[in-house]
């Protein structure tokens, strides 16, 4: 299985050609981004925690804006006189699914890896959208998904790759779109926190390269689940755990992260039943739905920021809604854990 990081970008890629030739995608595009971003409960006498809230995205999610970032460098990179491009990548959430979307508006074929374990809701989603589906056994999770798409890129070539925890057009996007953003909403103010969860890395890394040029004494701290955390030595296991993140086993490390500071990025390990919990309980909060990464972030940066100032901010990712079912099952688990918010 290669994990050689590829494609490395001066800026996030040029839409001009995508939208050129698709032009269906011009209403999304302007849709794309700009998301508010949203002081949020935090602990007294700390630093206040501001979230980027992704889920006004088109499609619902951050992934959407790496998903379009990879499929417009995709289309630079593609010589269509050679034949049609085809997209293939591995995912079991948001960026299949933003993916497949855009493949569906543009008649570009899609080609997903996913676990088995997919919701019912997500495969019904892909599939209406025309991706071609390849489930992977839960047990291998991550590394069984990339090496998979691998080894169908190696079976049939006329496949593009996008490999979204390999190809830095992810990173770009955020370092140059997410992270920018970020800084004209804090209008001067410096950031002293960073907080992400890590599926790829991206997101974390990206918006860290941005945030860190205005403030090099910025804090940053990474979310993972608490059942398969970053850089577990442990094998790869189907143990439930928030959506979107998660270690990969045997002591890989997601390569984005390896490379983004020259320190330890350290963690805060969330439970999957923590995070419902803080789904259920943020809701009740604020009125605001949210999915259960996000939640974990909310959390993680609760932590943090209760070791900084109250003139401090800490900057999250609120990657998505979530669904309602988890906050449902948050509000058990919330009855016993009790509440981040106190």
Not at 43 to 53: F, T, V, Y
Not at 182 to 188: E, S
Not at 204 to 217: F, I, K, R, T, W
């Amino acid at each position: 299985m290669n994990f050689e990081i590829f494609n490395p970008q001066q800026g996030a890629p040029d839409p001009s050609k995508a939208l050129e030739m698709f032009p269906q995608l011009v209403s999304f595009y302007h849709a794309l981004g700009n998301t508010p971003l949203k002081e949020v409960p935090g602990p007294a006498g700390g630093a206040r925690i501001l979230a980027k809230m992704e889920s006004t995205n088109p499609f619902g999610s951050v992934k959407d804006r790496t998903a379009f970032g990879m499929f417009c460098d995709a289309v630079n990179r593609h010589d269509f006189n050679q034949g049609p491009l085809k997209l293939l990548d591995a995912s079991g959430g948001n960026m299949g699914r933003a993916l497949a979307m855009l493949g569906n508006l543009c008649d570009i074929p899609v080609h997903l890896v996913i676990p088995d374990s997919s919701p019912d809701t997500l495969v019904n989603t892909l599939r209406e959208a025309n991706a071609e589906l390849t489930l992977v056994d839960k047990q291998h999770f991550l590394l069984g998904m990339i090496a998979r798409a691998q080894e169908i890129k190696r079976q049939d070539p006329s496949w593009m790759l996008l490999a979204q925890h390999l190809n830095l057009a992810n990173v770009a996007v955020h370092q140059h779109q997410t992270g920018q953003e970020i800084l004209r909403q804090l209008a001067g103010a410096k950031a002293g926190g960073w907080v992400a969860s890590v599926g790829t890395g991206g997101t974390l890394s990206g918006v860290y390269a941005a945030l860190v040029s205005e403030n090099p004494s910025l804090k940053v701290q990474g979310t993972t689940p608490k059942e398969m955390p970053f850089a577990t030595f442990s094998p790869p296991d189907g143990r439930g755990k928030y959506a979107g993140a998660g270690g990969m086993g045997f002591g890989f490390r997601q390569p984005f992260i390896t490379r983004m500071t020259r320190e330890e990025v350290p963690f805060c390990h969330v439970g999957l039943e923590e995070a419902l919990s803080a789904m259920y309980e943020f809701y009740q909060l604020t009125g605001i739905r949210i999915g259960g990464s996000s939640a974990a972030n909310w959390k993680s940066a609760y932590q943090l920021a209760r070791s900084l100032g109250p003139d401090e901010r800490v900057i999250t990712m609120f990657a998505d809604a979530g669904s309602d079912s988890d906050r449902e099952k948050g509000e058990v688990f919330y009855s016993r854990l009790g509440p981040v918010h106190a």
